[in-house]
């Protein structure tokens, strides 16, 4: 049996935007889950079918030994928690997640650093916002401690899945989902909680090279009131169309607009914005203020910080369509740039659309200062610069 007790985590301060408004409200511990019953993998994957993988591991194909899983009912709360082989699949074709969407996830990666030591990214982050997602959803939060204690569980069991190529890691998957087998529009009395883990190499096979960037003019991602800051299943979904139509028009990547004014630029596909107003130590970053339709990128707020560590001002606002077009033609718009865990810090090189024309992003390449962010955070997840955020969370 693995018990699982964590530290407590100051993130009150930790995730205060600009606005003073803490970005990931704690919520109350109630948890009465201590331990994460070990029922680990018999017979696991072996080493020569692990370095099979890790030789070409792509984004999220191939899964680790285990999962943890753990199970709400009103009357029991969170229980059943364990760690256990394979398969993450719980209830009938009649589950609540199934018919009506009820499910949310999250993202992070464990990175292996030279010094063997494993480690997350600020997961209490990803805790807090997945908190944040289930109130929305209707679904019942999974305490901190058992969302770090699951990552701690699996991470330790399944260690031998966190590649050693600084380029690659062990991404981490989080879901919560209704699991009620019985059809019926109201929030599940049952649920399930399972963490799986996947090795990955880059999100973008073709390496950091610019994204070109179809904006979609026809399709919204989120309007106000709705689900845009949680990270639920129906987002997706519904993305998936607009993500078809960019490809169709010779695009990476589609970028978001927002739903009332049709102007603002809210995010690219499944990452943050990144606009650079002029060059060197005098360049300014904006990012699109956190409307309540935009997800709260853990990566957003960690470059808001490394851009001022690295003297640069940065800061949340709004930039629309046309001030864009216009400021890369003037050379105001320097760089741009989209991040999020899968892909770090991917840089935009073309804008395309139906309607507000189509221009390359100063020469379409990568931008330097983009660059340097990228290696600045980069360096933190793999060690080889010092953690001076307290951001890693080592955990073997
Ligand atoms: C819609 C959306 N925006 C932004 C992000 C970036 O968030 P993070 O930096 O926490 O990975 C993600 C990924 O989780 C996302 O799905």
Same mark, same amino acid.
């Given at each position: 049996?693995?018990?699982? =007790? ?10 205060? =935007? ?44 191939? *899964? ?9 009912? /009103? ?30 996830? #999250?993202?992070? /990666? ?9 480690? !997350? ?40 899945? =966190?590649? !050693? ?71 997706y979904?519904?993305s998936?169309?607009?993500?078809? #139509? ?21 995010e690219m596909g499944g990452m943050?914005? *990144? ?20 997800l ?39 760089? !741009? *740039?989209?991040?999020g865990?899968a892909? =770090? ?8 659309? /139906? ?16 660059? /340097? ?24």
């Amino acid at each position: 049996m693995t018990t699982f =007790v964590h530290n407590d985590l100051d993130v009150s301060a930790a995730h205060v =935007v600009a606005s003073g408004q803490p970005l990931y409200p704690a919520v109350e511990r109630t948890s009465a889950v201590s331990a994460i019953a070990n029922h680990a993998n018999t017979s696991p994957a072996t080493t020569e079918q692990r370095e099979a993988i890790f030789a070409d591991p792509g984004f999220g194909r191939y *899964f680790s030994d285990n999962v943890v899983r753990a199970v709400w009912t /009103k009357a029991d709360g969170w229980h059943q928690a364990e760690l256990v082989a394979g398969s993450a699949s719980a209830g009938g074709l009649g589950i609540n997640a199934l018919h009506y969407g009820q499910s949310i996830f #999250e993202g992070l /990666k464990a990175y292996r650093q030279a010094d063997g030591g494993i480690y !997350t990214f600020r997961p209490e982050a990803n805790a807090l916002r997945f908190q944040r997602s289930a109130h929305r959803l209707a679904l019942p939060p999974v305490p901190t401690d058992l969302f770090i204690g699951a990552i701690e569980a699996l991470v330790r069991q399944d260690q031998a899945w =966190v590649p !050693t190529d600084p380029d690659q890691s062990l991404y981490l998957r989080p879901l919560e989902f209704g699991s009620e087998d019985a059809l019926g529009v109201r929030p599940s009395t049952h649920v399930t909680f399972v963490l799986m883990a996947s090795p990955v190499g880059a999100y973008f096979p073709q390496g950091v090279k610019p994204v070109s960037v179809w904006l979609s003019d026809e399709y919204v991602r989120a309007a106000p009131g709705g689900t845009g800051e949680a990270k639920c299943a129906g987002n997706y979904a519904s993305s998936l169309i607009a993500q078809a #139509e960019a490809s169709d028009n010779g695009c990476d990547q589609v970028v978001w607009i927002d739903a009332i004014e049709r102007k603002y630029i809210e995010e690219m596909g499944g990452m943050n914005m *990144f606009f650079v107003y002029g060059s060197g130590s005098s360049a300014r970053l904006v990012t699109p203020r956190l409307t309540g339709t935009l997800l709260p990128g853990v990566t957003r707020d960690s470059i808001l910080t490394l851009a001022r560590d690295l003297g640069y001002q940065a800061e949340e606002g709004t930039i629309t369509v046309d001030q864009w077009r216009e400021g890369c033609a003037s050379g105001e718009i320097t760089e !741009t *740039f989209a991040c999020g865990t899968a892909a =770090v810090i991917t840089p935009v090189g073309r804008v395309d659309s /139906k309607n507000s024309g189509a221009w390359n992003i100063a020469d379409g390449g990568s931008g330097e200062i983009t660059m /340097k962010l990228r290696s600045a955070l980069v360096d933190i997840q793999t060690g080889k610069a010092p953690d001076n955020h307290n951001w890693m969370h080592r955990i073997v």
